[in-house]
């Protein structure tokens, strides 16, 4: 394992990690991935056109998540296999000893189990490009079916049924209607997964995005809430936003690229190289999950390192932070909490996909155990200051502020191997402290992090 990577990944605080996560594991054998290395075989990854060596398995990512300080998050594969493989997979990681599965895992090094609580039930199965696409009545049955043979094997396990892979799939929102009148006494997750795009090279429509991501969740959450009344139930089912990030500097390039090679083995791929702009739009994301956090209670960034990442590394050299790293890790470090229910009063903004969007874009945390209120705010005006009053008198008067920014006058800054400092967060003074609250001035398109000690 590579120590700098390691540290890099223990700064961001993640308490999940998906695996084996995205359309590779609708063709997975995990049995492959388990044994001797030298006996493992290699088998073709249909979702990417490449040689698997399967040299990383269960136990290599176990040690890599225990390393790291992250929790499991396991995907089972319900496109080429279903319901016979995933309890099998289940009882390998999961059951003690005595029975065929956990003795195996013993004999290959691994006495105790997992115990890992987070299970998905396949993956994106609305999509046709997905290995074993099945229609919504055909994945809502095998999923509960499966759901119910995970729970009787152990009931407090935690299952996560498949959504919609994005907003404009043509099955939305009936597929969620559909899976979840079907499963919703057996899961406790629906997964959403939705990917940021800035092909035109529009910042003011790229940074609106995240008002189409809100809809997005506030219409599962009504469908949600719909099955929850048709059915009588007492249960929720909350959102697992399980794949999200920017994605497409290298996408178009890369399917292209697909095309043509012939199964090579770990090629370089997706790996997007991230600006200045894409700090904004992150960090719009994550206020969009703060303040969704009602019905989204998991949203795992895709992915962690080099592919699509916030993290990325040379071949035996550097490890370095992309700039998408920051807000993330600010928002995993310091938005722990109960979310506030922020009221706005800005100029705003209208956008192709959505009129009247705020050019400030913030979400606020209240952490009672360390006597902070912290606020995630993103300029999204390109030409303008703010300043922005923050009336807190509620939680009493504040004591500090700390005001902490990322801002680069070229939004197509990067951080590379050469230079990968270029983007970077600064403490900044100017906050002042009133009666009231705090006042704080943010540049044209910034990030923000303002931390107030009460």
Same mark, same amino acid.
């Not at 700090?279 to 719009?284: A, H, P, S, T, Y």
């Given at each position: 394992?590579?120590? @700098?990577?390691?540290?890099?990944?223990?700064?961001?605080? !993640?308490?999940?990690?998906?695996?084996?996560?995205?359309?590779?594991?609708?063709?997975?054998?995990?049995? @492959?991935?388990?044994?001797?290395?030298?006996?493992?075989? !290699?088998?073709?990854?249909?979702?990417?056109? %490449?040689?698997?060596?399967?040299?990383?398995?269960?136990?290599?990512?176990?040690?890599? $998540?225990?390393?790291?300080?992250?929790?499991?998050?396991?995907?089972?594969?319900?496109?080429?296999?279903?319901?016979?493989?995933?309890?099998?997979?289940?009882?390998?990681?999961?059951?003690?000893?005595?029975?065929?599965?956990?003795?195996?895992?013993?004999?290959?090094?691994?006495?105790?189990?997992?115990?890992?609580?987070?299970?998905?039930?396949?993956?994106?199965?609305?999509?046709?490009?997905?290995?074993?696409?099945?229609?919504?009545?055909?994945?809502?049955?095998?999923?509960?079916?499966?759901?119910?043979?995970?729970?009787?094997?152990? @009931?407090?396990?935690?299952?996560?049924?498949?959504?919609?892979?994005?907003?404009?799939?043509?099955?939305?929102?009936?597929?969620?209607?559909?899976?979840?009148?079907?499963?919703?006494?057996?899961?406790?997750?629906?997964?959403?997964?939705?990917?940021?795009?800035?092909?035109?090279?529009?910042?003011?429509?790229?940074?609106?995005?995240?008002?189409?991501?809100?809809?997005?969740?506030? !219409?599962?959450?009504?469908?949600?809430?719909?099955?929850?009344?048709?059915?009588?139930?007492?249960?929720?089912?909350?959102?697992?936003?399980?794949?999200?990030?920017?994605?497409?500097?290298?996408?178009?390039? @890369?399917?292209?690229?697909?095309?043509?090679?012939?199964? &090579?083995?770990?090629?370089?791929?997706?790996?997007?190289?991230?600006?200045?702009?894409?700090?904004?739009?992150?960090?719009?994301?994550?206020?969009?999950?703060?303040?969704?956090?009602?019905?989204?209670?998991? /949203?795992?960034? /895709?992915?962690?390192?080099?592919?699509? /990442?916030?993290?990325? %590394?040379?071949?035996?050299?550097?490890?370095?932070?992309?700039?998408?790293?920051?807000?993330?890790?600010?928002?995993?470090?310091?938005?722990?909490?109960?979310?506030?229910?922020?009221?706005?009063?800005?100029?705003?903004?209208?956008?192709?996909?959505?009129?009247?969007?705020?050019?400030?874009?913030?979400?606020?945390?209240?952490?009672?155990? $360390?006597? !902070?209120?912290?606020?995630?705010?993103?300029?999204?005006?390109?030409?303008?200051?703010?300043?922005?009053?923050?009336?807190?008198?509620?939680?009493?008067?504040?004591?500090?502020?700390?005001?902490?920014?990322?801002?680069?006058?070229?939004?197509? $800054?990067?951080?590379?191997?050469?230079?990968?400092?270029?983007? $970077?967060?600064?403490? +900044?003074?100017?906050?002042?402290?009133?009666?009231?609250?705090?006042?704080?001035? +943010? &540049?044209?398109?910034?990030?923000?992090?303002?931390?107030?000690?009460?």
């Amino acid at each position: 394992m590579r120590q @700098d990577v390691l540290e890099l990944v223990r700064a961001l605080d !993640t308490p999940v990690c998906r695996y084996p996560g995205g359309n590779f594991v609708s063709a997975y054998n995990w049995e @492959d991935g388990i044994g001797p290395k030298s006996e493992r075989p !290699t088998r073709l990854d249909l979702a990417w056109r %490449t040689s698997e060596s399967n040299q990383v398995g269960i136990h290599e990512f176990a040690g890599w $998540a225990k390393a790291a300080g992250t929790e499991m998050m396991l995907a089972v594969n319900l496109g080429s296999r279903g319901l016979d493989d995933a309890r099998n997979f289940v009882e390998y990681v999961n059951h003690p000893g005595g029975s065929y599965w956990s003795d195996l895992r013993r004999k290959n090094g691994q006495a105790d189990p997992w115990n890992v609580k987070l299970w998905c039930l396949g993956n994106e199965m609305d999509g046709p490009w997905q290995v074993g696409h099945k229609t919504a009545v055909e994945y809502g049955h095998l999923a509960n079916e499966t759901a119910k043979a995970l729970r009787a094997f152990d @009931d407090s396990l935690e299952l996560v049924v498949c959504g919609s892979s994005h907003s404009d799939m043509p099955t939305y929102p009936q597929w969620e209607a559909t899976v979840l009148e079907e499963t919703y006494d057996q899961v406790d997750y629906i997964s959403l997964h939705m990917y940021f795009e800035n092909y035109e090279k529009k910042t003011s429509e790229f940074l609106a995005l995240p008002e189409k991501l809100d809809r997005y969740i506030g !219409t599962v959450g009504g469908v949600i809430d719909y099955v929850k009344a048709k059915k009588r139930s007492k249960k929720n089912v909350r959102i697992s936003f399980d794949e999200w990030n920017v994605w497409y500097h290298e996408r178009r390039s @890369d399917a292209k690229r697909m095309k043509e090679w012939d199964w &090579p083995h770990a090629p370089v791929l997706l790996e997007d190289i991230y600006n200045f702009e894409d700090v904004l739009q992150v960090g719009c994301i994550l206020n969009t999950f703060i303040r969704r956090s009602d019905v989204v209670r998991i /949203a795992c960034i /895709a992915q962690l390192v080099n592919v699509i /990442a916030p993290i990325m %590394t040379a071949p035996g050299g550097a490890a370095w932070r992309q700039t998408i790293y920051f807000p993330f890790q600010f928002a995993s470090n310091y938005g722990r909490g109960t979310a506030l229910r922020l009221d706005v009063d800005c100029a705003r903004y209208d956008a192709d996909i959505a009129a009247g969007v705020s050019y400030l874009d913030i979400a606020g945390v209240h952490d009672g155990d $360390a006597g !902070t209120l912290t606020f995630f705010a993103i300029n999204r005006h390109g030409e303008e200051a703010m300043t922005i009053d923050l009336s807190v008198e509620g939680f009493g008067k504040a004591r500090s502020v700390e005001h902490t920014l990322i801002k680069h006058d070229d939004l197509e $800054a990067r951080n590379t191997k050469d230079a990968p400092d270029t983007v $970077a967060p600064m403490k +900044v003074e100017g906050a002042t402290i009133s009666s009231n609250g705090v006042q704080v001035t +943010v &540049p044209p398109y910034s990030y923000s992090m303002i931390r107030i000690t009460l």
